[in-house]
């Protein structure tokens, strides 16, 4: 009876052990789409696309002198829908500065002639389990200016 008990309590951790035993490192999800996503509709002024990666209570952070001017989404996908069409002429590149199974922090930064603008977004999981991008702070690095106005940052492109 005693090895019965035994064998039946081996069994029951093995399974046990099985069942929630380490499967390998866990898939990076959707978060990088999330962040493309940023990345294009800034460059391309896409406001719909914005619109779907951005939580509801989401907010844009622009430090100005000694204040944060805050936007919120609607403002923010509204602004970006009155200049579409316009194409940002910059680089772009993402790093991912910190991650866990809910939050992703990443840094994006767009390069152009002048400046670099730095977006650190802060992007969750929201109760249905989709990454949605929570906040963004942006700053500005300034670098060399040109010798002659000549580059574009930005241009209207028009759509027959």
Known sequence: MNKKLLVVCIISLLSATATYAYTGPKSDGDYKVVINDFIDSHVNSDY????????????????RGNKVIKQDKSSLVESLRNNSGTKQNCESDY??????????????????????QHNYLIVEKDDNEQWKIAQVYKMFDDIEAPV???RVTAKKEFKN
Do not use: C, G
């Open 48 to 63: 719909k696309k914005l619109k779907n990666i951005m939580d509801d209570n989401s907010s844009l952070n622009i430090p």
């Open 95 to 116: 790093q991912v500065l910190a991650k866990s199974d809910a939050l992703v922090i990443a840094r994006v930064d767009f390069s152009y002639h002048d400046t670099i």
């Open 148 to 150: 002659n106005n000549e």
